[in-house]
């Protein structure tokens, strides 16, 4: 009975050890991390000028940085991400509007603003059908994917599920 209970007590602390190691090295697909990486750069001119990356990295501020992976749209006055409405990374961004946000090996200081204006979801919304639309094949990139694409590329589904984002450059 010992030896089983030590050999719990092992295997319980080991999988710890490894939940906070991907934890620590960083987001690996969809599970978040701590480390953003990147070098420090000067915010471009316009946004849109980034746009050729199918993801970024938001760094969000707390006790330990929280580090997620999420698509973007890149327009003249800034970046622009739908969040889940109930996602810790968003809850996070609420209370401290800063972040650092990686574009390839890019960072850059952004404050975070959340855009209610029908019009400019629905910009943000065309400019994320034309760069993620692809990502609805559920034979090429499996059926997750494909209902994840649908949810936020349909407006009518994505209105109560996410807010959008605008992230600005920090001067």
Do not use: C
């Amino acid at each position: 009975m010992a030896r089983a209970a030590r050999f719990l007590g092992w295997g319980a602390g080991l999988l710890a050890v490894a939940v906070f190691a991907i934890y620590a090295l960083g987001p690996i697909d969809a599970f978040p991390g701590m480390r953003l990486g990147g070098t420090p750069s000067d915010a471009p001119t316009r946004w849109s000028d980034v746009n050729d990356h199918d993801d970024i990295f938001i760094e969000t501020e707390g006790v330990l940085p929280w580090v997620v992976r999420t698509w973007y749209s890149g327009m003249d006055d800034g970046l622009y991400v739908f969040a889940y409405r109930d996602a810790r990374w968003r809850r996070r961004i609420d209370a401290t509007p800063d972040a650092r946000v990686r574009i390839g090996d890019a960072t850059f200081a952004v404050h975070a603003v959340a855009v209610d204006e029908e019009s400019t979801n629905k910009a943000v919304g065309i400019a994320y059908r034309e760069k993620y639309s692809h990502y609805v094949d559920a034979d090429e990139y499996g059926q997750a994917m494909a209902e994840a694409a649908e949810e936020v590329l349909d407006d009518a589904r994505r209105g109560p599920v996410f807010q959008l984002l605008r992230l600005e450059a920090v001067k």
